[in-house]
Nanobody, 123 residues
Framework: QVLLVESGGGLVQAGGSLRLSCAAS????????MGWFRQAPGKERELVAG????????YYADSVKGRFTISRDNAKNTMYLQMNSLKPEDTAVYYC????????????????WGQGTQVTVSS
């Protein structure tokens, strides 16, 4: 069992930056691949970025490549999402999730979810 808690969301102007954090407790954090998802009103939840157990491999959705950076600190049981050059279309609830799969990219491959944090980007 893993408990995930996101923080760092908020309201920011277009072009600004935010850093999301996901704190994990429970079983060994380093045994899970991790991901950041987002869900905007009326849209499906989508994978924004993923990171392998060691942090050596990362994945980004095309819409955020070059703007977002995912990272993790296994010693602190924490994952991060640095979001730069934010756009209004980045507005969504952002969720962190943990997976026992090696390189999960589908929502159904993630076993544990946080409660979400709202990110709102104004134009």
């Amino acid at each position: 069992q893993v408990l995930l808690v996101e923080s760092g969301g908020g309201l920011v102007q277009a072009g600004g930056s935010l850093r999301l954090s996901c704190a994990a407790s429970g079983r060994s954090f380093s045994s899970y691949a991790m991901g950041w998802f987002r869900q905007a009103p009326g849209k499906e939840r989508e994978l924004v970025a993923g990171i392998s157990r060691s942090g050596g491999s990362t994945y980004y959705a095309d819409s955020v490549k070059g703007r977002f950076t995912i990272s993790r600190d296994n010693a602190k049981n924490t994952m991060y999402l640095q979001m730069n050059s934010l756009k209004p279309e980045d507005t969504a609830v952002y969720y962190c999730a943990a997976s026992t799969s090696l390189y999960p990219q589908r929502t159904t491959q993630y076993n544990y979810w946080g409660q979400g944090t709202q990110v709102t980007v104004s134009s």
